[in-house]
């Protein structure tokens, strides 16, 4: 066994707008629990909403703080498996050289939630990278708490692959949430990480048609690469009066939102058909306002939230591992830890970058 050093480096969030590279003792693997050393983690938009200090996080007048300082970030995690025991060996079938993936969330499995299978709404709502008690993966090893969430994953996937399951398995939730039929038109609003994952997980499905909405030419070409039918370019055409012509002046039957743009959800409801679903994924930074009576009196639309990747892990790795995505052109650029500012720069800037990994 490779001899660990004492300490490592890591970032570690001390508030909005402050995150700082240092240097760390290496956690200490509690009974029962895994180290890992982490290949990679992505850098995920909610990283980015939560560094410029979203109320989501950090709370407001409605809400109180959820995200706590002197926290280690990152939750889009894949590791190797350094040190296991009996007990962590027969929970998660891992053995030592293992590469893994980990679940956001690490279910308290009691509470009201956890009770009836719904683990990703848990009540504590613990997740690596914004609680103290849960370090995440901006650093070059991690412990792996006995409640959480581990799967396999192929070890010869490039790290920053491997580590898409994450976001891959939120927006298969998503699609899971719009329950799509095969003859269904299925509009998905943006194609950055989340969006092509909807796509991703929408072409499994096989439906009628998948339309891609995005503002940037090159990232359409990524959701067409991805299974899209058709890429409609919103700021060059007018999407809603294309997605009528396309189905006989109805709307589409599924529009899943994966922006987190205000803008993106009158939009929704415009090109939705009369008693069709509206699937939200994203985090917004502000509030939006609508005309409500759009879901209900004209169209009584389905509008369903969704949360995480509940019970899609097993589906986001196949769809990984069989090579379904093209994951060249998604995974746009891997930094080492210590570039961490300019990767969240890059998250920023979703004109020069899809996903933007760190290689511990
Ligand atoms: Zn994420
Ligand atoms: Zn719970």
């Known amino acids: 066994m490779p001899v660990l050093p004492s300490t490592m480096q890591a970032v570690i969030c001390h508030g909005p707008q402050n995150y700082t590279l240092e240097t760390i003792p290496v956690p200490k693997r509690g009974p029962g629990e895994l180290l890992l050393k ?11 909403k939560c560094w410029h200090g979203a109320a989501k996080f950090w709370g407001d007048a409605n809400r109180p ?19 296991v025991d009996d007990d962590a060996r027969q929970r998660w079938q891992v053995e030592a050289g293992d590469r893994v993936v980990l679940e956001q969330i690490i279910p308290c499995w009691d509470c009201y939630y ?22 995440g993966g901006m650093a070059e090893y991690m412990t792996v708490p006995t409640q959480a969430l581990v799967h396999k994953i192929n070890g010869d996937l490039p790290p920053a692959h491997a580590a898409f399951a994450e976001p891959l398995s939120c927006a298969l939730h998503a699609v899971e949430r719009a329950t799509l039929q095969f003859d269904d038109v299925v509009v998905v609003a943006g194609a950055g990480p989340i969006g092509l994952s909807m796509i991703a997980g929408a072409r499994a499905k096989n439906p009628g048609l998948i339309i891609a909405l995005d503002l940037d030419p090159r990232k359409l070409d990524i959701a067409l690469a991805t299974g899209a039918d058709l890429a409609i370019n919103i700021a060059e055409e007018d999407a809603v009066a294309k997605v009528k012509a396309l189905t006989a ?3 589409a039957d599924v529009y899943l939102e994966g922006t987190g743009h205000p803008s993106a959800v009158p939009q929704g409801l415009n090109l939705l058909r009369k008693l069709g679903r509206f699937v ?7 509030d939006v306002s609508v005309d409500w009576s759009i879901i209900s009196d004209d169209k009584e639309l389905d509008v369903r ?4 990747g509940p019970h899609c892990w097993p589906a986001a790795i196949k769809l990984i591992e069989q090579g379904r995505l093209p994951m060249e052109r998604i995974c746009t650029h891997q930094l080492p830890l210590a570039d961490f500012q300019q990767g969240l720069n890059l998250v920023a800037q979703g004109d020069k970058s899809v996903k933007v990994s760190l290689l511990p």
Do not use: Q
Request: glycine share 12%; proline share 5%; hydrophobic share 40%.
């Open 65 to 83: 703080a959820w995200a706590e300082t002197e926290v280690v970030p990152g939750h889009e995690i894949t590791g190797r498996v350094l040190e």
């Open 114 to 135: 956890c009770d009836h299978g719904n683990y990703h709404m848990c009540a504590p709502h613990r997740m690596f990278g914004f609680h103290r008690s849960a370090p």
């Open 38 to 48: 982490v290949e990679a983690v992505g850098i995920c938009a909610s990283d980015l």
């Open 280 to 286: 939200e994924y994203s985090v917004f930074k502000e």
């Open 249 to 251: 002046g109805l709307g």
């Open 305 to 308: 939230g969704a949360h995480l």
